[in-house]
Every structure is written in structure tokens, then in C-alpha cells.
């Protein structure tokens, strides 16, 4: 049980505090809530590109790593398509410095020509390695597309198009923080040997006086119902063939959404799931395959993929797949094999609140998620799921009109004399 005091400041900032004294370690998260899905759809890219700005300097701290480097700290970031998280460990004695830094960055950064410049130049960098230069790296951005068609999650974080990252000026730069990097567009979450009192002081002292920014509010295009299967074939050259089904789920905040996960985890979680001893183990269709949710806060995606051995064709693989999937509505599903996924699952999340780093990025989320007692909550509705409600979940979810199929064809070897 995780045990946590909440406070607003007067600027809109929230404050969630857990004192943890069995660690010498403090951890400041702080989560902006923007992510890809708030970008124009003529700017994208520019959530992650902040991620990278936001070390890029400040008029007062030119070089953020050093400081941070200089306390015996790390740092780090991430973004998704709902928001952007940056956390920063130290030890406890460093507090007020971590708070400091954090406060910085959000008051004004250094939005020089060459900081842009430099910035720019590392996310295109991240671009072609990732996206372009690894086999399968361009899966994200070809099945997005494929399963939206009006919603933002269209688009990966890196952006539907690296020239708008590559265009972007410094007054685009600038107008994305002060729209987005504001105290009551932020959550600041501390975890460590701390006292919540101490802590709070602190918070209003460094970040009390910024000034809060217009209410941000989030009015996304709803994506419609999908009518008809889709599909795409793609030759590349990668290493085998691989196949990837994508089913628009549920939202983040939905009944069904334990239910989902718990789906994927039956189908995918470990040599004994389904997925692994019928299409790998027996009956020798791929090489490897996996099933997965995205978990996004508006409706995600429920992902099967999996690399196909020699011979095995598309239609194949996708159909052994398919009957493994219609086997959740189909068939009675026993208790013992829920049982041990939800087991599965506590003792995962159960492990993730003895870390201070864990913790602190969990208590923004949920807060995030409007549901910050989820922290503790969250597996009693695990817990809450029966045979019955899989069984549904998967009638509804895995309707032949609702699958998008990515098929990626491995290129013949070029031959050389």
C-alpha cells in the first residue's frame, strides 16, 4: 500500500509526495500532459522534440546533465502519445537541487538557433536509426496509419513526417511551451526519504511564482467505428517474414480494460501462453510471436505479431493466429488459467512500489489518468475479471472488420557475381 499527500499550488501545479525512508534516493518526476496526440497534425513530432529541448539549457543552467552529474544523479526522459515524463534520481541530500533544476526548465529555456539546431539534428539522427535503418523499424509508422484514420494516435511520436521537425522555428518552439510547459499542465511527483511537509515548502518555493499558462484542453477527433478489414504489404529487407493483426481496443478508463490486458497475457505471457505452444512449439508457424496492448488513455491498440518461418505463408499464419484468437470467445476459458495471469500481474506490480523511480512515475500517471487511487487499486479490478467477461472481450474485439493486417515481405538477397 502506497501512502501519498496531494497538493495544488495556487499556479495549478500538482504535488504528490510519498515518503519511502527505506531508500537514500529521492526521485522528482514530472509529467507534462502533452503527447504526440496533441500535436497538429501539420506539426508533429514536436512532444518528442521537446523532450530532447528541454536538456538543451536554460538562460540560468546551460548544461543540465553536468549539474546533475555533479550530485552523483541521473536523468532521463520519455514520450508517448499522451504525455511527456521527465524524472530525475539523486540522492536525498540533493533534494532542493533536483527541485531547482526541475523549476528551471519549466520557468524558460535557452531557445537559441543553435540549441534548435543541435536538437533537431539528434532527433533526425534517432529517426533514421530507429525508424528507417532497423529491420521492422518502420512498423509503428505503417500500422498506425492502418488502424486510425482521424484519431492523432495516427501518427508515432517521432512524427507522421521528420521535415516538420526539421522545419520547425524558433517561434513554433516557443509557442509549444508556453501552450504546454506549465504548472497547471504539469504533475510533480516526489518519492524517497522525505517529509511531505519539507517537500511541499520546497515546491513553493521554486516553482510558486511561474506563472500558469492558458487551460489546456483536449478536444481530439474521435476515430469512427472500423467497417471493413485492412491491409498492407510491405517489401523490405529484413531478415524472414513477419506478420503484425492490429485491433482498435478500449480506452484506458473502460471496464473492459483489464479484461484486454489480461487477453494479451493469456495469449503471449511466457512458454506456457497460448500463442507460444500451439504456433511455435507445435505446430512450428513462427519463429517467434507476441501479443501486446498499447494502453494508451484514448482507444489503443491490441497488437499479435510474429515472425514466420520458411515456407508458411501469409494467409497461414494469419489464420492460426485468428483461430487462437477466436478460441477466447469460443471456447470456456478455465479458471486456473486466468488465475495465473492475474497472479502474474500482482506480483509485477507489486514489485514496481519498492522502487522510488517506479513509484514516482506511477503516481504521476495515475493522477494523469484522473484516478490517482488506482495506485493502490488497481489489482482488485485485475482481480475483478471472470472467465465470462474474457470471453466477451474477445468476441467483440476480434471481429473480422476490425482487423488491420501489416504483412512485411522479406527481400530477395541481392545476388553478386
Request: hydrophobic share 35%; net charge negative.
Amino acid at each position: 500500500m502506497i501512502a501519498y499527500q496531494k497538493y495544488v499550488l495556487a499556479n495549478g501545479l500538482t504535488l504528490i509526495v510519498q515518503e519511502q525512508p527505506s531508500t537514500p534516493l529521492v526521485t522528482v518526476n514530472t509529467l507534462y500532459k502533452v503527447g504526440a496526440r496533441d500535436e497538429d497534425p501539420s506539426r508533429t513530432g514536436f512532444a518528442h522534440l521537446f523532450e530532447h529541448l528541454m536538456f538543451g539549457g536554460t538562460p540560468v543552467v546551460p548544461d543540465y546533465d553536468a549539474v546533475v552529474s555533479r550530485v552523483g544523479g541521473e536523468s532521463n526522459a520519455s514520450t508517448c502519445n499522451d504525455f511527456t515524463n521527465y524524472y530525475l534520481t539523486v540522492p536525498n541530500r540533493y533534494l532542493e537541487t533536483a527541485l531547482w533544476l526541475e523549476s528551471d526548465r519549466m520557468r524558460q529555456l535557452d531557445f537559441s538557433k543553435r540549441s534548435l539546431e543541435v536538437q533537431q539534428s539528434v532527433v533526425t539522427e534517432e529517426y533514421h536509426y530507429r525508424y528507417v535503418n532497423q529491420p521492422y523499424g518502420d512498423k509503428w509508422m505503417l500500422l498506425r496509419p492502418l488502424c486510425y484514420k482521424r484519431h492523432p494516435y495516427r501518427w508515432c511520436t517521432i512524427g507522421s513526417d521528420i521535415r516538420h521537425v526539421q522545419d520547425a522555428t524558433i517561434d513554433d518552439v516557443k509557442h509549444f511551451f508556453g501552450r504546454y510547459y506549465r504548472p497547471n499542465n504539469a504533475i510533480l511527483s516526489v518519492v524517497g526519504d522525505v517529509k511531505a511537509e519539507q517537500v511541499l515548502r520546497l515546491v513553493e518555493k521554486w516553482f510558486g511564482d511561474i506563472p500558469a499558462g492558458e487551460p489546456v484542453e483536449h478536444h481530439l477527433p474521435q476515430e469512427p467505428e472500423q467497417t471493413e478489414a485492412r491491409q498492407l504489404t510491405v517489401s523490405r529487407p529484413v531478415p524472414s517474414n513477419a506478420l503484425t493483426l492490429g485491433y482498435v481496443m478500449c480506452d484506458r478508463l473502460s471496464p473492459d480494460f483489464c479484461a484486454t490486458d489480461l487477453i494479451s497475457d493469456i495469449l503471449s505471457s511466457g512458454r506456457s501462453s497460448r500463442l507460444y505452444n500451439e504456433l511455435v512449439k507445435r505446430q512450428g508457424l513462427f519463429t517467434e510471436v507476441d501479443a501486446y496492448i498499447t494502453g494508451d488513455a484514448d482507444k489503443g491498440l491490441f497488437v499479435v505479431d510474429g515472425k514466420l518461418c520458411p515456407d508458411v505463408s501469409f494467409d497461414q499464419a494469419r489464420q492460426a493466429i485468428e483461430l487462437q484468437l477466436s478460441n477466447l470467445s469460443d471456447q470456456p476459458l478455465e479458471a486456473s488459467e486466468l488465475e495465473k495471469v492475474v497472479n502474474r500481474y500482482e506480483s509485477t506490480f507489486a514489485y514496481s512500489q519498492y522502487k522510488s523511480l517506479d513509484c514516482a512515475m506511477a503516481l504521476c500517471y495515475y493522477e494523469r489518468l484522473g484516478h490517482l487511487e488506482w495506485i493502490n487499486d488497481e489489482p482488485f479490478h485485475y482481480r475483478q475479471a471472470t472467465p465470462d467477461d474474457i470471453r466477451r472481450v474477445a468476441g467483440s474485439l476480434f471481429r473480422p472488420t476490425k482487423q488491420c493486417a501489416l504483412h512485411y515481405e522479406a527481400q530477395e538477397p541481392i545476388q553478386t557475381i
